[in-house]
């Protein structure tokens, strides 16, 4: 080959290298912006914010903004970056928010202990919302700290630490139009004045109702009870009356329980910190059982078990009571006292074992109390004994109500408590 050749192969061969090298991450900032589409102010404001929350949850946000990206896939190429830059920082997590200028392209990246506590779905309306219509006018700054005070808060909320913005502190930039200006105030001011402790971002961020299972089964509760509890998890799992007919999401939160290997109060306490975002997204926390305490009251609460077993569905660990068949005396003691309760005359040792078995129910009646239930709630907890019946007689847990009130007629309820 001649000279010349080589010497051209060699110069393509490191274009070629230069080309396909990765975007170093800055040593002093955490956003790398190539044609300084950022102001200086701004720019100062997302370094401090994401020292923030670096030093808060060791996850790091950082964006990178470039011009031209050539040929390559925008995704595949954030993706290098991201791993790149965590690898750099040495954090445990990483964001990045990246923006091909060229090529249109603007995406959030997510690695390490990030990917498990912000939901896809979310990622992608947030760039939707908060970034794409900033970079339409060419407000690239208000784009990237509105998606940061957005990531602020999220990470916050999943990981329970408690991060501040101070609307004060929230830069000016010189030449700024006025409508520039006004987005930035009004977007963080929403940021602070939706929130506990005057740093919740609700603007986007979660002012939806959870309505249905598979919209909870998509969020980031079952990757945050994960989280929480770790190797203690066995099951966290919504509960059976909230997937009983007549039960409405619009007027009543999903109950989510959970079983753990320790359901000490110093265990259960840490899921304390996620009790107000529950309440935003429409959940709420019910019992925490250990499976020492399930073997103890087999035979006390067998009705409550059969219904878990076979009525709930499990957001994350095992399928709760998976397999379980109660022992039929204990069972149908349990129904004829629960029937006897609501239909039956008591004596006063029945009416005291109906306190002491119906004392676990207090919560579910006090939700009913509220109008949770469109039926009536004596109605409601005859279906959730007669369940017990039905299994009794056929071996089989029913698959509605309509099966159990074919085979109990509500008028024979009253004959069939004497009856049991």
Request: charged residues 25%; aromatic residues 10%; contains cysteine.
């Amino acid at each position: 080959m001649a000279p010349y050749l080589k010497n051209i192969l060699a110069a393509t061969l490191m274009l070629c290298a230069i080309a396909q090298a990765l975007p170093s991450r800055p040593e002093n900032s955490h956003i790398y912006d190539e044609n300084r589409l950022v102001p200086a102010q701004q720019l100062e404001f997302f370094d401090r914010l994401s020292d923030d929350i670096a030093n808060e949850t060791g996850i790091v946000i950082d964006a990178v903004l470039l011009d031209d990206i050539g040929e390559r896939v925008a995704a595949k190429y954030a993706e290098e970056i991201a791993e790149k830059w965590q690898a750099d920082a040495g954090r445990e997590g990483e964001v990045l928010i990246f923006v091909a200028q060229k090529q249109r392209r603007k995406l959030v990246i997510t690695r390490g202990t990030a990917s498990k506590i912000l939901n896809e779905a979310d990622l992608r309306k947030a760039e939707q919302e908060l970034l794409v219509p900033s970079f339409r006018q060419e407000r690239y700054g208000d784009g990237i700290l509105s998606l940061a005070g957005w990531l602020t808060f999220a990470i916050g909320d999943s990981t329970g630490k408690s991060i501040e913005i101070d609307e004060n502190a929230i830069p000016t930039e010189e030449g700024m139009t006025v409508r520039g200006w006004i987005f930035i105030v009004v977007v963080f001011g929403l940021l602070i004045a939706f929130g506990g402790k005057a740093r919740r971002f609700g603007f986007f961020d979660n002012m939806k109702k959870l309505l249905s299972v598979s919209e909870i089964e998509k969020s980031q509760w079952p990757g945050i009870f994960q989280n929480v509890f770790g190797d203690n998890l066995v099951s966290a799992f919504i509960g059976s009356e909230c997937l009983m007919e007549g039960f409405d999401a619009l007027e009543t939160p999903w109950t989510v329980n959970f079983i753990l290997k320790d359901n000490s109060p110093e265990a259960v306490a840490k899921l304390h910190a996620y009790e107000k975002r529950a309440r935003r997204d429409n959940l709420q926390f019910g019992r925490f059982y250990s499976p020492a305490e399930i073997v103890q009251t087999l035979d006390t609460s067998p009705l409550e078990y059969l219904h878990i077993a076979n009525r709930s569905v499990a957001l994350c660990g095992i399928k709760p009571l998976d397999g379980f068949r109660p022992h039929e005396e204990a069972l149908r003691k349990e129904c004829a006292e629960k029937l006897q309760e609501l239909f039956g005359q008591h004596t006063d040792s029945q009416k005291q074992d109906a306190r002491s078995s119906g004392a676990q129910d207090a919560r579910r009646q006090k939700t009913r109390a509220k109008g949770a239930h469109s039926k009536d709630a004596r109605e409601q907890d005859a279906l959730r004994v007669l369940y017990g019946v039905y299994y009794l007689e056929t071996g089989k847990y029913p698959e509605n109500n309509e099966q159990v009130l074919a085979r109990y007629p509500a008028s024979e309820w009253a004959e069939l408590a004497k009856c049991l």
